[in-house]
C-alpha cells in the first residue's frame, strides 16, 4: 500500500484556499443576486452624490487648479474632511469589531507599502492635475453636461481596462 506524501501548498495554492475557504463563510452581498430593479437605488444614491459634488464645486475644473495652484484652502478642505471621516470610520469599526449587516465581522486587512504606490500616486496627481478630473467627479462632470470630460472619461474607462490586463505582471 503506497502512502501518498502530500505536498506543501505553493503561496498560489495557499491563497486560493484562503479565498474559497473566506467565500464559504462570508455572505458577501456582493455575491448575492437581487431583483434588477434594485440598481434603481444605487443608481439613485449616485444621483445624488453626484449633485453633492456639483453643488459643493468639487467637480470644477477651476476649483481644482486653485488646489493644485495652492491658491485656495476649499479642495483641501473637502479632502481633508474625507480622509479623517474615513480614519475615523475605520477606527471605529476595528475598536468596536462591527459587523455587516449579515452579521460577519468587518476584517480590514493591513497593506505593507510599496514603491509602486509612490509611482501610482504620482501619475494619478497628474493626471488630475492636467484634466482637472478624478474617477469620482469625473462621472458628476459627464453627468452635468461637460462634453471634454468625455475624452477624460474614455482614457480613464481604457486606463482601467488596460491595468486589469496587466495587472498579474506588475509588481505588487
Not at 14 to 36: F, G, I
Not at 107 to 113: S, V
Not at 117 to 141: E, K, N, R, S, V
Request: proline share 5%; aromatic share 14%.
Amino acid at each position: 500500500m503506497q502512502h501518498e506524501i502530500p505536498h506543501a501548498p505553493t503561496p498560489a495554492e495557499a491563497q486560493d484556499l484562503q479565498v474559497r475557504e473566506l467565500d464559504a463563510l462570508c455572505v458577501n452581498e456582493s455575491a448575492l443576486k437581487h431583483p434588477w430593479w434594485y440598481n434603481l437605488k444605487y443608481s439613485a444614491w449616485g444621483v445624488l452624490f453626484g449633485i453633492v459634488f456639483v453643488k459643493a464645486e468639487i467637480i470644477s475644473w477651476f476649483r481644482i487648479q486653485e488646489m493644485f495652484r495652492f491658491e485656495s484652502f476649499h479642495m483641501y478642505g473637502v479632502i481633508g474632511t474625507a480622509v479623517m471621516v474615513g480614519m475615523l470610520s475605520v477606527f471605529l469599526i476595528r475598536r468596536t469589531k462591527a459587523r455587516t449587516i449579515y452579521g460577519e465581522e468587518i476584517h480590514i486587512p493591513t497593506k505593507e507599502f510599496n514603491r509602486g504606490q509612490l509611482f501610482g500616486g504620482l501619475m494619478f496627481g497628474l493626471g488630475w492635475a492636467i484634466t482637472g478630473a478624478c474617477p469620482g467627479p469625473l462621472f458628476a462632470q459627464v453627468g452635468a453636461g461637460f462634453g471634454a470630460v468625455i475624452v477624460t472619461f474614455l482614457s480613464a474607462w481604457a486606463g482601467t481596462y488596460v491595468y486589469g490586463v496587466i495587472r498579474e505582471k506588475l509588481p505588487h
